[in-house]
């Protein structure tokens, strides 16, 4: 067994998405292992996005990321990393599969530069870094 860490980012909460979040986690067999509904800090974003320091969409990110209160979940289950991250879709809401969280509830990204209802971690040493991070 596998774990991922998932982030409903602030759009998602404001939206009240969390709860079709989580049903559709929960509804693929995987299992939470830890959940938590917090406004993050700027330190904990710095480390969890480090590889995208220097780019220009880095700091509208925290700055999004800042902007209301997340929900940070430890997901756990086979395959879970690849798994979630088939689920929520391609990082542009636009063009992510129908069927996908960003795909049927994702606003186009026109608009909301950055606003894709969720976050996965992309592998297992990301996993493990990134639910260090934000289950200090
Ligand atoms: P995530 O890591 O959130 O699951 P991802 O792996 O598809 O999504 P990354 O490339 O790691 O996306 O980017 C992290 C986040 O930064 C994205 O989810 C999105 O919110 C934002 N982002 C990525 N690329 C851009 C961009 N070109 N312009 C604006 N925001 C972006």
């Known amino acids: 067994t596998e774990r991922t860490l998932v982030l409903v980012k602030p759009d998602g909460v404001a939206r009240g998405l969390t709860g079709q979040v ?3 986690i ?9 959940l938590r509904l917090l406004h993050a800090e700027r ?12 780019k220009p969409f880095f ?3 925290v700055q999004f990321m800042l902007s209301g209160p ?4 430890v997901v756990e289950g086979d395959r879970v990393i690849e798994g979630f991250r088939s689920l929520a879709g391609t990082t542009e809401p636009t063009t992510a599969a129908p069927g996908t969280i960003r795909g049927d509830l994702g606003r186009d990204w026109g608009q909301k530069v ?13 996993a493990e870094r990134e ?6």
């Open 22 to 24: 989580l049903a559709r």
């Open 131 to 136: 639910i260090g991070i934000w289950f200090a």
């Open 26 to 34: 929960e509804a693929k067999g995987y299992r939470l292992a830890d």
């Open 114 to 126: 950055q606003q894709n209802i969720v976050h996965g971690s992309d592998s297992p040493e990301s």
């Open 70 to 73: 997340v929900v940070a979940a």
């Open 43 to 54: 330190a904990v974003l710095e480390e969890h996005y480090a590889e995208h320091r220097g």
């Open 59 to 61: 700091e509208p990110l």
